[in-house]
C-alpha cells in the first residue's frame, strides 16, 4: 500500500513503517485497553483488570497479585487466551490481577520487560532472543503457539507453489526481524537471495499483492491471509476465494521459527519467590484461557471485542480459530512446552540464515538459560481436569464476510 | 469594523470550502482520465494508478463515516472519531499550551542575555531535528518513573515539536521594536521589565501569530505521532493505524482517519486565527 496509494496515506504509514525497535513503558491508568478511553485520565478503564479485581475479592485469596502482561499489538485474537482468562475468572482464581497492555507501532514487548515496564510480556522466539542476546535477561517460560503462522501467498496463475518457485518472482516480506523464515526458505531451496529473488519491503497489509506489485506476500494465517479473502475480486464482483491463490505454508516447508511465547524476567524468576509463584499461577490461569477458547471460539472471539478489539466480527472469529490451529493439538504431553527440536530449528535458522544485509538473528548460541519447561510444567500441577492436550481437537470452519464484518 | 470582520470570515470559510471542493474535483477528474494501471516515467513510477483500491472515490471516503464502528457498540464511525478527535485536541492543546510557555520563555531569556541567544540557539535547532520516534520512548520513561499518566508524554511531545516556531518568532519579534520607542522608554527611566510588557511584546505580536500558526499544526503532529508509536492513548493516531489495517478489502477507511486528523489541524490553526484577530482588533482600537 505505501507505495501504491496516495502520498497522504503513504506518509501516515510510514511513520508506522519507520519506526524500529526501542522500548517503551507504560503503566499508567490510561493504557488500558477498552474502547472507551475518551478520557485521558479515564482510570477505570481496563476492563479485564476491574473485573478480575472484582471475582478475587468474592474468591478465597488471602492477597491479590498484580501484574502486567505487554502484548505485542493491539487487542485481536491473537491474544484471545489473555482476555479469555481475564474475562473469565482464571486469573483471579489464581489470585492475580491482570492489566493486559496493548502493543503499538513502537512497542517492544520483550523490550518492555526487560526494563521492568512489564511483569511478563507476548513475543516471538527469535525476536526476542535477538533482544536477549543484546544483554536482556529474560526466558521463554511457555511456548504458547507450537506451530509458525507465516504464509506467502501468491495469486495461483503465477505458478508458486513451494520456495523453489521464488526464482524471478518479485517476494514481499515484512523486515523487522520478520523475514527470516522468508531467507531460510529461499536458502532451503538452493536459491541466492540477493541474485535469484526480488526481494521489496512490504507493507503489514496485501494491497501490493492484490494490486500484482509482488508476485508473493508473507502473511500470518489469522490475519493477512484473511485480509485477501475479505476483499472483492474487481474481475467477479465477489469476494476473492482459497482457490485463487497459492498459499506455502513455512510451518510445512520445515523452516518454521517460534513465535507467540510468554516471557519472563530471567534474573526476578532466580531471586524474587513471589515473582516466580506468579509467574507459574499466571501461565496456569492464560494455558486455561486458551482451552476456554478452543471450546468457545465464538465466545471468545466475542470477549475479545468486548475487551476493545475494532476488527470485524467474521475476522475476529477467523482469527481465533487459526489461532487455535497454531496451538492445538498438543504435540506434547501439554501446550506451553517448549520442543527442544523446534528449538533448535529456531535457533538454528537464527544463527545461520543471513538476510540481504548479511545479518544473521543471533551471532551465537543462546545457551541453556533462553527457555525454561518447570514454570509451566508447574502450572499444569496447579490445573485440575482442564484438557491441555487436544487430542481431540478439530478446528472449525469461519466463513469471511467482505470487509471482516 | 464589526462588519468587515464577519464579512472576511465568511469569505475566508467559502474560499476554504471552495478549494476542498477543487482537489476533491481534481482527484475524481484525475481519476477519471488517469492511466488505470499508472505509468513509468524513466523507470520510476509516479504516475500514480486510478483505480478504486488506490484511488477510491470521494464520496466513498465519506461514506466511510457513516459506518458502524465495530467494537463501539451502536457507533457510527463519525461519533467514534469525534471522541477520538476530542481525545487528541485536548492533549494537542496542553502540548500547545506547554510549548508556548516554554517557547515565549525561552524568546523572552535569549531578548535578554545577548549571550543566551548566542549560546542556546544552536541547540535549539539542533533539537528539531532529532526524529520524535526516537524521542518517544525517552520521554514515555521519564514519564513512567515520575508516575504520570500516559497522555502527558502526547503533550510533551507536542511541545517539544510546538515550542520552536514560537522562540524563533517570538525572539525576532521582541528585537524588532524600533529603536526611537527604546530609547523613548530609556528616557522615562522605564525598568527592562516594564520595557517589555509595554513595547516589547505589543509590537512583537505580529511577528509571533505566524510561530503560532505553525506551532498548532505541529501539536497535532506530536500528538498523533505519539499515539501511533507509544500506544495506550486511543485517539486520532490510534485510529489512523488501526482504520489501515482495513485497507486491503475497505481502501477508503483510512481516509475517515485522516480527514479527522486534517480537521484537527484546522480547527488548532483556526483557534490561533481567531485570537488573532481578537489580538489585533484591540490592538488597532488602541492605536486609532
Redesign the interface.
Known amino acids: 500500500m505505501k507505495r501504491s496509494i496516495t502520498t497522504i496515506t503513504a506518509g501516515v504509514c510510514a511513520l508506522a513503517l519507520v519506526a524500529g525497535a526501542c522500548g517503551s513503558d507504560d503503566d499508567a491508568a490510561s493504557d488500558d485497553t477498552t474502547v472507551e478511553t475518551a478520557a485521558p485520565d479515564d482510570a477505570g478503564g481496563d476492563e479485564a483488570a476491574t473485573d478480575n479485581g472484582a471475582d478475587a475479592a468474592a474468591g478465597d485469596c488471602e492477597t491479590t497479585d498484580s501484574v502486567s502482561l505487554q502484548l505485542q499489538w493491539f487487542t485481536q485474537a491473537q491474544f484471545g487466551g489473555y482476555y479469555a482468562a481475564a474475562d473469565q475468572g482464571f486469573y483471579a482464581d489464581q489470585c492475580l490481577d491482570v492489566e493486559i497492555k496493548e502493543g503499538a507501532v513502537e512497542i517492544v514487548p520483550q523490550a518492555e520487560l526487560a526494563s521492568g515496564n512489564a511483569d511478563f510480556a507476548i513475543a516471538w522466539v527469535p525476536k526476542a532472543l535477538q533482544t536477549r542476546e543484546a544483554g536482556a535477561d529474560i526466558v521463554n517460560i511457555a511456548q504458547v503457539f507450537e506451530r509458525s503462522g507465516t504464509l506467502q501467498v501468491s495469486f495461483a496463475d503465477n505458478g508458486i507453489e513451494s520456495p523453489a518457485d521464488f526464482e524471478g518472482k518479485v517476494i514481499g516480506n515484512w523486515g523487522f526481524g520478520n523475514e527470516y523464515e522468508v531467507f531460510a526458505a529461499i536458502g532451503a531451496a538452493g536459491l541466492d537471495p540477493a541474485t535469484d529473488v526480488e526481494l521489496v519491503g512490504q507493507q503489514f497489509d496485501m494491497i501490493a499483492l492484490l494490486e500484482g506489485e509482488i508476485d508473493a506476500a508473507e502473511a500470518m494465517t489469522y490475519n493477512e491471509y484473511a485480509q485477501v479473502l475479505e476483499a472483492v475480486n474487481p474481475d467477479t464482483g465477489e469476494l476473492y476465494q482459497p482457490e485463487d491463490f497459492n498459499v506455502i505454508s513455512y510451518e510445512e516447508e520445515g523452516v518454521g521459527m517460534l513465535q507467540d511465547a510468554i516471557w519472563a524476567d530471567a534474573g526476578r524468576l532466580a531471586d524474587d519467590t513471589e515473582y516466580r509463584d506468579a509467574a507459574v499461577r499466571f501461565v496456569a490461569a492464560s494455558l486455561q484461557g486458551w482451552a476456554f477458547c478452543r471450546d468457545n471460539v465464538e465466545q471468545c472471539a466475542t470477549i475479545v471485542t468486548e475487551a476493545g478489539s475494532t476488527l470485524g466480527e467474521s475476522h475476529q472469529q477467523w482469527m481465533m480459530n487459526e489461532v487455535n490451529k497454531l496451538i492445538w493439538p498438543a504435540s506434547g504431553a501439554n501446550i506451553g512446552l517448549i520442543d527442544q527440536a523446534a528449538w533448535d530449528q529456531t535457533v538454528e535458522i537464527s544463527e545461520n540464515t543471513p538476510n540481504l544485509d548479511g545479518a544473521t538473528v543471533l551471532t551465537g548460541d543462546p545457551g541453556d538459560g533462553a527457555f525454561t519447561n518447570d514454570i509451566v510444567t508447574e502450572a499444569v500441577a496447579l490445573l485440575d481436569g482442564v484438557d491441555l492436550v487436544g487430542s481431540g481437537y478439530s478446528p472449525t470452519e469461519i466463513t469471511l464476510n467482505e470487509g471482516g464484518n | 469594523m464589526r462588519v468587515g470582520l464577519a464579512e472576511r470570515a465568511l469569505r475566508r470559510t467559502a474560499l476554504l470550502l471552495a478549494a476542498l471542493g477543487l482537489a476533491a474535483v481534481a482527484w475524481e477528474v484525475y481519476k477519471a482520465i488517469g492511466p488505470e494501471q499508472g505509468g513509468d516515467i524513466f523507470g520510476w ?1 509516479i504516475i ?2 486510478t ?5 477510491p472515490h470521494v464520496w466513498e471516503m465519506f461514506a466511510e463515516f457513516g459506518r458502524p ?4 457498540g451502536d457507533q457510527q464511525v463519525w461519533s467514534v472519531l469525534l ?1 477520538y478527535s ?2 487528541t485536541l ?2 494537542a492543546f496542553a502540548g500547545l499550551a506547554l510549548g508556548a510557555a516554554i517557547g515565549v520563555g525561552l524568546a523572552v531569556l535569549m531578548a535578554r542575555l545577548r549571550i543566551v541567544e548566542r549560546g542556546l540557539l544552536p541547540y535549539l535547532v539542533i533539537s528539531q531535528t532529532i526524529p520524535l ?2 524521542l ?2 525517552q520521554v ?2 521519564i ?2 518513573t515520575l ?5 502527558t508524554s502526547a503533550a510533551t511531545l507536542a511541545a517539544f515539536l510546538s515550542f520552536f516556531p514560537i522562540t524563533v518568532s517570538t525572539l525576532r519579534g521582541l528585537q524588532s521594536v524600533p529603536k526611537a520607542s527604546l530609547e523613548l522608554m530609556d528616557s522615562y527611566a522605564a525598568g527592562w521589565w516594564t520595557t517589555l510588557v509595554k513595547v516589547r511584546f505589543p509590537s512583537a505580536v505580529p511577528y509571533m501569530i505566524p510561530g503560532f500558526k505553525l506551532a498548532a499544526t505541529a501539536s497535532v503532529i506530536g500528538v498523533i ?1 505519539t ?8 485517539g486520532v493516531g490510534f485510529a ?3 482504520y ?8 477508503a477507511s ?2 475517515a482517519a ?1 480527514f479527522a ?1 486534517a480537521a484537527l489541524g484546522l480547527i488548532m490553526f483556526g483557534l490561533v486565527v481567531l485570537s488573532e484577530s481578537f489580538v489585533m482588533r484591540k490592538r488597532s482600537r488602541e492605536t486609532t
Open positions: 513510477r500514480p494508478k483505480n478504486d483500491r488506490v484511488m464502528a465495530i467494537g463501539s471522541g476530542w481525545f485536548r492533549m520516534i526516537a518517544a520512548p514515555t520513561v514519564r513512567g508516575g504520570l499518566p500516559q497522555w505521532v499515539e501511533i508509536t507509544l500506544g495506550g492513548l486511543r489512523t493505524i488501526d489501515s489495517q482495513k485497507v486491503t478489502s475497505q481502501p483510512v481516509y485522516v486528523a
